[in-house]
């Protein structure tokens, strides 16, 4: 049962279902460059460095699923005498998704350029078109897979497989767009929207390569809305509510969700995020909650420290255990402002 559970679980990730897989974390916004390239140099800064993990479905699985993301991008002053408060944003971003059960795995490379272009005299409103490349491989060890012809009927699976199995390995290139509007409100108070097309191109993501319409990856198209309210005139105390909204072919996803952010200290450099979430999703199998979020997070100094943990209903309805667990760390380089133009977590 085992083997054939394992074989079942190589069909899934591998064949039709495999393209509606895509990036995935919780704290999407701590994942700026995965999340839309129109949020490459999107901070009040000179740099910006961060990374997330997600471990899912430990108690269920020997070795988890594991996604892992790194990314840094840059921002400075665009060129131009008429341009003064305009900005460039260029990022570089890493990306590997590891499915131990079969030992399949996706990793991606990819750079973005985004501009941030001023509107208005008085700077509080900012537009933002960017673009990223990324270069995508994706791998199978079929060592750790088991045929049915391999079975010898005593003593197990020693023998060897007539399958004609592809090439283990592949790459492709992948092109995403984005869009993003921020604007200033009152003293502090922030709002943000955004969208994204992703995988525009459609590229084939067949191990065997044939190019049919059903070996094509579908395109994404993500929307995000967020906003920072401040809640006291000085501002120690804000609400962070959050929405990202993801469609990619027959599947849809929803992040709904807020954090209470409060100031630390006297001064308050240091501040503590408190946060709860719901996705609901959309699959062949029609729409329902996925999972209910908790998330808790420090920033000190320009660092920020976010940790969230899925608990998934569906599964808890099926009296199973599987959840997912994220952590994230960012830096701001020369960071000297409160109020990051970007949403935290």
């Known amino acids: 049962m085992k083997k054939l559970f394992i074989y079942t679980l190589f069909i899934l990730f591998s064949g039709s279902t495999l393209k509606a897989q895509d990036k995935h974390f919780t704290q999407f916004y701590a994942s700026p460059l995965t999340l839309n390239p129109a949020l490459t140099g999107a901070f009040e800064g000179s740099y910006r460095i961060g990374t997330i993990y997600r471990d899912q479905w430990r108690q269920v699985l020997d070795n988890p699923i594991k996604t892992f993301s790194l990314s840094a991008d840059l ?28 030992d399949f795995s996706t990793t991606q490379i990819a750079i973005s350029i985004a501009y941030h272009k001023s509107l208005g005299a008085n ?30 009927g005593i003593t197990g699976y020693t023998g060897t497989t007539l399958e004609d199995l592809p090439s283990n390995n592949f790459a492709f290139a992948d092109y995403n767009v984005g869009l993003n509007y921020t604007a200033q409100f009152g003293r502090s108070g922030r709002l943000f929207a955004g ?41 120690r105390v804000s609400l962070l509510p959050r929405l990202l909204v993801a469609v990619q072919g027959p599947h849809m996803e929803i992040n709904a969700g807020a954090n209470i952010r409060t100031a630390m200290g006297r001064y308050g450099s240091s501040a ?16 329902g909650v996925d999972a209910l979020v908790a998330l808790l997070g420090f920033e000190v100094n ?43 977590f």
Request: aromatic residues 10%; neutral net charge; charged residues 20%.
């Open 75 to 102: 921002r400075f002053k665009a060129p131009g005498k008429n341009n003064k408060q305009d900005a460039i944003g260029l990022g570089l971003m890493f990306f590997n998704d590891k499915v131990s059960v079969v």
């Open 123 to 152: 700077n509080r409103q900012f537009l933002t078109l960017g673009g990223q490349l990324g270069l995508t491989q994706r791998n199978v060890n079929y060592e750790s897979l088991q045929f049915h012809d391999e079975f010898d």
């Open 195 to 235: 969208a994204a097309l992703h995988h525009f191109l459609q590229p084939t993501i067949s191990f065997y390569g044939t190019g049919n319409d059903g070996d094509k990856l579908y395109s994404k198209l993500n929307a995000q809305l967020a906003a920072s309210i401040p809640l006291n005139r000085d501002n």
């Open 272 to 287: 503590l995020h408190l946060g709860t979430w719901v996705r609901p999703v959309r699959n062949n199998d029609g729409i």
């Open 302 to 344: 320009g660092v920020l420290i976010g940790a969230s943990y899925d608990l998934n209903l569906r599964a808890l309805q099926a009296k199973q255990r599987q959840s997912a667990f994220e952590i994230s760390i960012t830096y701001l380089g020369n960071y000297d402002n409160e109020e990051i133009v970007c949403p935290k």
